[in-house]
């Protein structure tokens, strides 16, 4: 199983960017996809989730209204559209795939799979 994540960079504040989270080795649509985050010295943060049931979505307080989740099951592919990006924003984004069913699709440790990871960094 391999999460390709991609489409970080540096953008000032108010900028938007979309990330993309390629996955293989599985059968995509079965899965429930999360993006989770992890700025420096701070503990990993669940962002958005996309559930495999029926398309239900889930957001933070923090980012909900600015960011947008949605998949695409043909390509077996994860979006996240950032915008109005701020600079606490800032942080190493994760893709996650996994079938959490007991846990929260809040909770990472529902996850089986990660991505590498993609840096966002948003100047003031």
């Known amino acids: 199983v391999q999460l390709q994540a991609s489409g970080g960079g540096l953008v000032q504040a108010g900028g938007s960017l979309r990330l993309s989270c390629a996955v293989s080795?599985?059968?995509?649509?079965?899965?429930?996809m999360g993006w989770f985050r992890q700025a420096p010295g701070k503990e990993r943060e669940f962002v958005a989730a996309?559930?495999?049931?029926?398309?239900?979505?889930y957001y933070s307080d923090s980012v909900k209204g600015r960011f947008t989740i949605s998949r695409d099951n043909a390509k077996n592919t994860a979006l996240l559209q950032m915008n109005s990006l701020e600079p606490e924003d800032t942080a190493v984004y994760y893709c996650?795939?996994?079938?959490?069913?007991?846990?929260?699709?809040?909770?990472?440790?529902?996850?089986?799979?990660w991505g590498q990871g993609t840096q966002v960094t948003v100047s003031s």
């Open positions: 996650a795939a996994g079938r959490p069913i007991t846990t929260s699709v809040r909770n990472s440790l529902g996850y089986s799979y």
């Open positions: 996309m559930s495999w049931t029926g398309g239900g979505t």
């Open positions: 080795g599985l059968t995509f649509s079965m899965y429930t």
